[in-house]
Structures are given as C-alpha cells and as structure tokens.
Nanobody, 124 residues
Framework: QVQLVESGGGSVQAGGSLRLSCTVS????????MAWFRQAPGNERERVAV???????NYADFVKGRFTIAKDTAKNTLYLQMNGRKPEDTAMYHC??????????????????WGQGTQVTVSS
C-alpha cells in the first residue's frame, strides 16, 4: 500500500522559513516523479515544484529562488525548503508521486499518489 505523509506545516510570519517533509512508504522515491502542489481555498491545485529520477527540478515561477525541492532516497523522503515566505503562499501543501515514464508531469492530473496535505499559513 502506497502512503505519502506530509509534515512540517504551521504558521509563520512573512519572510520566515519552513521545511516540509513527505515520508513515503510502499513506493520508491528515487525511481519516481515526486512533486509538491498547493491549494488555497477557492483556488485550483497548482504545481509548486517537481523533481525527476535524475534530480532535475522544475519550479513554478512564483517560487523560483525561494523554495527548494529535494529528495533523500535513503530515507525515502521528499522535502520542500520554503524561504522568504509571503502571505500568498498560504495554502494546503500536498506531495505527490508518479511512476517515471520518460518525463515528469506538471499537472496534478498526472499524479497517481497523494498525501493528505499539511497546512501552511503565512501572516504579514
């Protein structure tokens, strides 16, 4: 059974830092497309960052230079380091996994496995 469990969310002030973790079981992080998405109330789920099997990363424009996605294959865990937080970063953050088939999708519909999410709130 595949399980993705996020942790590390919370409330921070603008400009602060936070690191999200996604612990994966029943699935191998190193052989998969791994991604972070976020969804704010009333908004569609949107891509934050993706990392492929080679470690190549892809970021949404609104987080470039502020967030970093990384995976630890030994711990089978995905991370999202969030620096320079802004109030508009407030959302539920979800990690997702998908078998690698030559490319990693950037749309939520391309991912088969999801975590329940962790809430991040940024105050000004």
């Amino acid at each position: 059974q595949v399980q993705l469990v996020e942790s590390g969310g919370g409330s921070v002030q603008a400009g602060g830092s936070l690191r999200l973790s996604c612990t994966v079981s029943g699935y191998t992080v190193g052989n998969s497309c791994m991604a972070w998405f976020r969804q704010a109330p009333g908004n569609e789920r949107e891509r934050v960052a993706v990392v492929d099997v080679y470690g190549t990363t892809n970021y949404a424009d609104f987080v470039k230079g502020r967030f970093t996605i990384a995976k630890d294959t030994a711990k089978n865990t995905l991370y999202l380091q969030m620096n320079g937080r802004k109030p508009e970063d407030t959302a539920m953050y979800h990690c997702a996994a998908q078998q690698y088939r030559g490319y990693c999708p950037i749309s939520p519909s391309g991912y088969s496995y999801w975590g329940q999410g962790t809430q991040v709130t940024v105050s000004s």
